[in-house]
């Protein structure tokens, strides 16, 4: 069983930054890739970033491309999200997401699509 564990969201000012953090409980070889996902208050989880934990190929949402950056250690099985140039509809719930295990078909984009998740951690940006 593999646990995720997000750190560092918090409260910050639209036009500012933050770094998210996830780290896998246990080192697995066979991690095929990792996502971030949001949820605001009353809507869908969506989509953020994911980056395929070999090849390092990296996915943006439109909503995020050139202010996001999701980047991976292997050494510490971490995968991270900076977030700049934060507005306030990027206030959500955000959820790191693992694909552990090559599956037949891979969509970054889907939830359903990552067998473990975390528990999340909560990005406020004040206008």
């Known amino acids: 069983q593999v646990q995720l564990v997000e750190a560092g969201g918090g409260l910050v000012q639209a036009g500012g930054s933050l770094r998210l953090s996830c780290a896998a409980s246990q080192r697995t070889l066979s991690t095929y890739a990792m996502g971030w996902f949001r949820q605001a208050p009353g809507k869908e989880r969506d989509f953020v970033a994911a980056?395929?934990?070999?090849?390092?190929?990296?996915y943006y949402a439109d909503s995020v491309k050139g202010r996001f950056t999701i980047s991976r250690d292997i050494a510490k099985n971490t995968v991270y999200l900076q977030m700049n140039s934060l507005k306030p509809e990027d206030t959500a719930v955000y959820y790191c997401?693992?694909?552990?295990?090559?599956?037949?078909?891979?969509?970054?984009?889907?939830?359903?699509?990552?067998?473990?998740w975390g528990q999340g951690t909560q990005v406020t940006v004040s206008s």
């Open positions: 980056i395929n934990w070999s090849s390092g190929t990296t």
């Open positions: 997401a693992a694909q552990v295990g090559r599956p037949p078909l891979w969509t970054p984009q889907s939830r359903y699509h990552y067998n473990y």
